[in-house]
């Protein structure tokens, strides 16, 4: 699987709109990317997944460039219950969920 | 979406006891399961692959006499940590894809283990 770099932490203001960036520069034409955040002592949650397109869910929209070598995570209206670490993933979507996890981002929101 | 669950989670138990933690998909089956591990601080790392009806699949550096897996069922897989030590204090993670061939990948709360 890609390995992906992503920021150690970012702050947000409650309210706004958080973008958490994602570098995965050496995807494959046929990898996915994942987006899953954990809230501390929880399990991992999913959020949203896309290969070349951008993508909206009910939690988030996810943005990939043209050349996929990087993507975007949105929280349209950070919450304080956004507060969490967020693992941007890339992994094929064959794998059946065997996905490595980097170190991930902690995002804090802030009243 | 699709559930996955874990028991206990939590547990404390003595230096040298077995301890063993399930992990069940509620509301789907699972030929696959996968086990991660979490220290403090850190991130996760997949441990092994549980396979329904076949053997698990282990992770480099990962010790499968010490990390007894078992998928008996289509929606139960056990770790069970034998002979726990100090260091394999840890919070234990499963997860399960959301039906065969699903990419999507759901994870359970996760089991806190300490050993004493």
């Known amino acids: 699987d890609a390995k992906t770099t992503q920021p150690p932490s970012m702050d947000c203001a409650e309210g706004r709109a958080a973008n958490l960036p994602c570098n995965h520069s050496t995807i494959s034409g046929n990898e996915y990317v994942y987006w899953y955040r954990q809230i501390h002592s929880q399990g991992p949650q999913y959020i949203i997944h896309?290969?070349?397109n951008n993508e909206t869910n009910e939690m988030a929209s996810l943005i990939i460039t043209e050349d996929r070598k990087s993507s975007t995570l949105i929280l349209p209206h950070a919450t304080l219950r956004d507060t969490a670490v967020y693992y941007c993933?890339?992994?094929?979507?064959?794998?059946?969920?065997?996905?490595?996890f980097g170190d991930g981002t902690t995002l804090t929101v802030k009243p | 979406g699709a559930v996955v669950s874990q028991h206990p989670s939590w547990v404390i138990c003595k230096s040298g006891t077995s301890v063993k933690i399930e992990c069940r998909s509620l509301?789907?089956?699972?030929?696959?399961m996968f086990w991660y591990r979490q220290f403090p601080k850190q991130s996760l790392m997949l441990m092994a692959t549980s396979n329904e009806g076949s053997k698990a699949t282990y992770e480099q550096g990962v010790e499968k006499d010490k990390f007894l897996i078992n998928h008996a069922s289509l929606t139960l897989s056990t770790l069970t940590v034998t002979s726990a030590h100090p260091e394999d204090s840890s919070f234990y993670i499963c997860?399960?894809?959301?039906?065969?061939?699903?990419?999507?990948?759901?994870f359970g709360p996760g089991t806190r283990l300490t050993v004493l």
């Open positions: 997860s399960a894809p959301a039906g065969t061939g699903s990419d999507t990948q759901y």
């Open positions: 993933i890339v992994r094929v979507a064959t794998n059946a969920g065997k996905s490595t």
């Open positions: 896309g290969l070349k």
């Open positions: 509301d789907f089956q699972a030929t696959t």
